[in-house]
């Protein structure tokens, strides 16, 4: 008997008809011979409108009790689906996060999962139970709820099956890992498999179709990951170890990100000790800063950008107000509509030629960019949001992804 685990994400378990559906699935694969562990999302936007009712009692809800909040969308799911699974004939169990031994840091609302005490789940899994487990939470060392940020049900799932020393297989609304969002450019084509190393490159600059530090964990503890269509009916993306005979292509994938905002700082006086100040200050104010570029010295001055969080822009006026205080000639420039655009793939390591590529389309297409930044496999761009539909589809068409 092999052992799975499997996850369902929120559109997949939006509707009790949806939850019915998924039953089935798994009971046909129970009956195959396989033992199942099975992370669920909550139903639909169910975390989108506990946020809301948060918000609606205080303008700062606290952590702690935020995560209480979040945590029951996830066991609303699970306690469902093991129902209908009993109902359908098969012994089935929902456990908590606490329940399934998920132990995490004692911070809420994006905690990591520290330890699985596994052997909760394997005597579940002993008595020939389908075992669902509710995503996206675990218990701190004082007993309390936590939750590990949004996505991060993906992340349960694979830390379950690390574990386990089992697969792990996604289910959600697309068919598998395309080159490009197929929301964004319909004419994406679907990967029959992905490396850790890409698919964290793109799951980090923008790709949501699977959780950055889920994709971190099945690297370090080399669990293949399956991403699919949750009627399981078409084939889908393997994530996986690349073997030598596996082609690597130059450009496997694009990734788009609007959740940052670019900060320019203008007439800096050019000393090492101002630069290292504004970026010490970044740190300590714990703002998570991502590309950054430097113009050359003309008269002693130098402009500096660089790119945040758009969630952390009230921290950055308060930066703001403090350099203002400090260095008397800068001047300060927020803007907030622009999009990182990002192209990843192995083949970059020994291919050249791929900047001049991106240069090229730009260029022919009137498309201003600000920054770039570059890694042994990726190139960033920050461009106006207004050019991202054409930039997506020129680089698309260019590179056949
Ligand atoms: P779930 O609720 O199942 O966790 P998500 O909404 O988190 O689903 O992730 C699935 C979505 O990820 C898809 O609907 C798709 O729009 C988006 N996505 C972004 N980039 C990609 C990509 N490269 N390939 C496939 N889907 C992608
Ligand atoms: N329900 C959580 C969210 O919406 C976790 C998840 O779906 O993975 O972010
Ligand atoms: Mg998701």
Do not use: W
Not at 202 to 210: E, Q, R, Y
Request: charged share 25%.
């Amino acid at each position: 008997m092999s052992t799975v685990v499997q996850k369902y994400g929120g559109t997949s378990v939006s509707t009790i008809d949806k939850i019915k559906f998924i039953a089935k699935l798994l009971a046909k694969r129970k009956k195959a011979g396989d033992n199942l562990v099975v992370v669920v999302s909550a139903m639909g936007n169910t975390t989108d409108k506990l946020i809301e009712l948060a918000n609606n009692v205080s303008t700062n809800p606290s952590k702690r009790e935020l995560d209480m909040l979040l945590s029951t969308g996830e066991q609303i799911t699970s306690a469902l689906l093991a129902m209908t699974l009993k109902d359908i004939g098969y012994d089935a169990i929902a456990l908590t996060g606490f329940q399934a031994g998920i132990k995490t840091e004692d911070k809420h609302t994006r905690a990591s999962i520290l330890d699985i005490e596994i052997n909760k789940v394997k005597n579940h899994l002993k008595e020939d139970k389908i075992v669902i487990v509710a995503g996206f939470q675990g218990i701190d060392k004082n007993g309390n709820i936590t939750t590990l940020g949004r996505g991060g049900s993906d992340t349960t799932a694979v830390a379950l099956a690390a574990k386990l020393n089992c697969p792990c297989e996604i289910y959600t609304d697309v068919e598998g890992i395309y080159g490009v969002d197929p929301k964004i450019y319909p004419n994406a084509k679907k990967l029959d498999y992905i490396s850790y190393d890409e698919m964290l490159e793109m799951a980090s600059l923008g790709a949501k179709v699977i959780e950055t530090r889920a994709v971190e964990l099945a690297s370090k503890y080399k669990v293949p990951i399956y991403i699919a269509l949750n009627t399981g009916s078409v084939s889908g993306t393997y994530i996986k170890e690349l073997d030598e005979s596996m082609e690597e292509k130059v450009i496997t994938g694009l990734t788009t990100s609007d959740d940052d905002l670019m900060v320019t700082i203008n007439n800096v006086l050019y000393d090492i000790k101002n630069i290292c100040y504004i970026f010490n200050r970044l740190a300590e104010m714990d703002i998570n800063i991502d590309m950054i570029s430097q113009t050359a010295p003309i008269y002693g001055y130098v402009n500096i950008s660089f790119t945040a969080p758009k969630d952390s822009k009230n921290l950055i006026l308060k930066l703001v107000d403090e350099l203002k205080a400090k260095m008397k000639d800068i001047e300060i420039d927020i803007q907030e509509n622009i999009t990182k655009i990002s192209v990843v793939g192995l083949g970059m390591r020994t291919q050249s030629g791929v900047a001049a590529k991106l240069f090229k389309i730009f260029s022919d297409n009137n498309i201003q960019f600000k920054q770039v930044t570059t890694s042994e496999i990726r190139i960033s761009y920050t461009i106006n949001t207004k050019d991202k539909e054409k930039a997506v589809f020129k680089i698309a068409e260019e590179f056949n992804i």
